[in-house]
Structures are given as structure tokens and as C-alpha cells.
């Protein structure tokens, strides 16, 4: 699962190093603001994946065959309805977030030519959310992984393509990125198919997928992960919003950050995930203890692997920054902040491992609660800090964020044990 989450910001890794080899830093900054648009629409719709991995992982655990179909035609279906939506109300959608970030002229122009190529690849992600949903559920983490490794390939080829073969500069990076996200949906598809197959589910009727208790939870659940994730990337969209206001150097270097930060955190979520699947799982069978031992084991080997990822951040940060970009203004401003690099995954661990415990039981109302309070935290420490320490108080309130959120989760779990032996 960590190698599988990998794979997903890897695709913003690439984009990103590819940019970083034009001799301009409007163009990194343009596939910055992009990919931060793409990824704040990533993780508002994320509620996809997250629904399908514990409701598919509880009805695993139930042995409730006919609901692990069902819960799979639910979610492809809500996908392909969200994204369609989508991509009709491109227009005011890019606008919005393009004037959300108040990026110099050029920046602008090339970043809204990226993101009207990325629009269509939307339906496809939807559709690969739902498929990695169903097959982290099932403990399918190979296939899972397998067709990571597809969308990656696919795209990292088509990236040197179109911009180093080609020369379409940031509409090459785009393009290459949607046909690959097309490419892994259709992949996953298939490959969800087959393994519920396996399991012995079948086609599920339609009054088995429509049926009103089902989707009214479905929703619920949605909800309350869509006001979740909102509060979680408001932090992350402002780190690049508040560089571009510090000009497009700045812009940059929080860019090649960022990159870390999201390796980091999805690397992380592979024991999330893994949490997620074996939280559910134990949650379906009303079985406390065992949803208490596989949250400990997971706790103690993400912990071990985010003091990996901070010592990676303290000793090889530089080069890290050096493969990113070849522009010694950003290089320079990026090493800056290393620090802040080096700490956060010491702390943003436990508040993703909790998030995955809580997913998997699909408790989102203490998710969603959670959430508001460390981003009020958030918030306040920004206020405080931005005015006197620049880009040094982002960073510092990302971390106060990470903070809040796992001490707010970290009280509620005593509960979550109670409610799964009801």
C-alpha cells in the first residue's frame, strides 16, 4: 500500500521535474498553482475513495457478499455523475481557483491552459478512486499497486514526450497526464471486476444498489468526509496561494516543498490504508480488540517509517531539492525551510494513521469535528505568525495543523473501541 500511494503524488513529481528543466520559473510556478487546483479537487472528491475502502472492508468483514458488489456499482456510478458535473462547469471552476491564487499574468495563462487539458481526465480519476476504494477493501494491495504503476509509467513516458520530444511545454505535461489517468481507470475497472468475481459477488439488481438506507448513509458519510477534506487541504492550497503573494520565487520553492510533504504523506497513507481496510474489517465483525491490535501495529510501523522520512528531509534534503529543479533562486529559497521538511513527519503521522482508523469504521461525524477544530487552530496560528515571519509562519502553521488534528483524534478513539463492540 505504501508503494501504491507513492505512486499517486509521483505523477506531480514528474510534472513537477520536468518544469523544473525550463529555464524559467514561471513554468514550475504555472504547473504549481495547476497541480494544487487538481490536487484540492483530488481531495475534496477523495470521499469516494475513502467510502468504497470501509464500506467494502465492513461488508468483507460481515460476510455480506451481495453489499460488496453493490457498494462498488454505488461508487462507480456517483463517479461518473460527479465527474461529468465537472467538467460541464469547467468555466466558473477554473476561474475561481485561478483567482484564488492571484499568480503574476504569465503564471496565470499557462496555468489556465493546464488545467483546461486536466478537466478531462477528471471522470477517469473519479472512476480510479472508486477502483482503488474497492480493492484496498478487498486487501487486493498488489493489483492496487499494479495499476498505480501504470498510471506513473504511462505518464512519466508521455511527459518526456510531449515536452522534452515535442515541445508542448505545460499543455504536453497536461495531456500526458489525462491519457494516463484514462488508461488506469480502464485498467482498474477490470481488475475490480475480477477480483470481486473471485470473492463470488455478482451484478447486484438495482433495488440492491438504489436501496434508500444504503445511499442515505452513503451520502451521509460523503458529507461529512467532503467538509473533512475541505478543512484538510485549506492548509495546503494556502501554502501555495500565500507564496505566490510572496512572489514567483517563493512560489516555486513552496512548490518543491509541498512535493515532499505530499511523497511523505502519501507514503504514510499506505499504513493508513492498510488501517483503513483491517479497521473495517475488524469493525464489521464487532471485534474491539482485534480493531485495538491492528491500530497499534499500524501506529508503531508508520511511526517508524515517518522518522525515516524526516531524516531523509534533515540529511539529504538539498539534492532532494537539486532533483527537482535546476534553478539555484528556488533551490536557494527551498533548503531555506528543510527544517520545517524535517519535523512534519514526526508529527502529521498519527494524525493520518487515526484518520484511517476512523475511515475504515466510517465514523466521519468525529472526522469532520476533529477537523474543525485544528483548522481553527490553524487558522489563528497563521494570523499570528504570517505578518512576522513570512513563509516561515506557513510552514509553522501546517505543522500546528498536523498537531491539532491528531491530539482531536487521539481523544476520540477511546470511544470508536467502545461503539465497535455494540
Keep these: 500500500m505504501i508503494l501504491a500511494n507513492l505512486a499517486i503524488p509521483l505523477v506531480g513529481a514528474v510534472d513537477t521535474a520536468v518544469m523544473g528543466r525550463l529555464p524559467d520559473a514561471r513554468y514550475l510556478g504555472a504547473v504549481a498553482v495547476g497541480a494544487a487546483v487538481m490536487n484540492a479537487l483530488y481531495w475534496m472528491v477523495g470521499f469516494l475513495r475513502m467510502s468504497t475502502t470501509g464500506l467494502t472492508a465492513q461488508a468483507l468483514g460481515a460476510g455480506d457478499r451481495g453489499e460488496l458488489g453493490a457498494v462498488a456499482v454505488r461508487g462507480a456510478t456517483a463517479a461518473v455523475v460527479l465527474g461529468v458535473l465537472l467538467v ?174 505530499h511523497i511523505t504523506a502519501y507514503g504514510l497513507d499506505g499504513f493508513a490504508h492498510a488501517a483503513e481496510t483491517l479497521a473495517g474489517y475488524t469493525f464489521g465483525k464487532r471485534d474491539p480488540r482485534a480493531l485495538r491490535q491492528a491500530s497499534g501495529y499500524s501506529v508503531l510501523w508508520a511511526g517508524l517509517i515517518a522518522c525515516l522520512f524526516s531524516a531523509c528531509y534533515w540529511f539529504l534534503g538539498e539534492w532532494l531539492i537539486g532533483l527537482a529543479t535546476v534553478l539555484a533562486d528556488v533551490r536557494t529559497a527551498a533548503a531555506a525551510y528543510l527544517p520545517w521538511m524535517a519535523a512534519l513527519p514526526l508529527v502529521c503521522v498519527w494524525a493520518f494513521m487515526l484518520d484511517g482508523i476512523f475511515i475504515g469504521a466510517t465514523r466521519t461525524a468525529e472526522m469532520r469535528n476533529a477537523m474543525l477544530m485544528a483548522a481553527a487552530a490553524y487558522l489563528l496560528t497563521l494570523w499570528l505568525s504570517f505578518a512576522p515571519l513570512g513563509n516561515h509562519g506557513v510552514w509553522l502553521s501546517m505543522l500546528t495543523f498536523m498537531a491539532a488534528r491528531s491530539v482531536a483524534l487521539g481523544l476520540m478513539y477511546p470511544g470508536l473501541e467502545r461503539r465497535a463492540g455494540r
Design 88 to 261: 460541464v462547469g469547467q468555466g466558473p471552476l477554473l476561474g475561481l481557483a485561478l483567482w484564488l491564487f492571484q499568480a503574476s499574468h504569465e503564471v496565470e495563462v499557462l496555468a489556465y491552459g493546464y488545467l483546461s487539458i486536466r478537466i478531462w481526465g477528471v471522470p477517469a480519476l473519479l472512476l480510479y478512486l472508486v477502483v482503488q476504494g474497492v480493492l484496498f477493501g478487498l486487501q487486493r494491495m498488489r493489483t492496487a499497486l499494479a495499476v498505480s504503476l501504470a498510471l506513473n509509467l504511462t505518464n512519466a513516458g508521455l511527459d518526456l514526450l510531449f515536452v522534452v520530444g515535442f515541445g508542448w511545454g505545460v499543455n504536453g505535461v497536461a495531456a500526458g497526464t489525462v491519457i494516463s489517468e484514462w488508461l488506469a481507470a480502464a485498467m482498474g475497472l477490470v481488475a475490480a471486476n475480477r477480483a470481486l468475481a473471485q470473492r463470488g459477488c455478482q451484478w447486484p439488481d438495482a433495488p440492491r444498489i438504489f436501496d434508500h438506507a444504503q445511499l442515505a448513509r452513503l451520502f451521509n458519510i460523503g458529507a461529512n468526509l467532503v467538509v473533512r477534506t475541505f478543512m484538510v487541504q485549506f492548509p495546503f492550497f494556502l501554502v501555495t496561494a500565500l507564496g505566490a503573494s510572496l512572489g514567483d520565487v517563493v512560489l516555486a520553492a513552496n512548490a518543491v516543498l509541498l512535493l515532499f510533504l
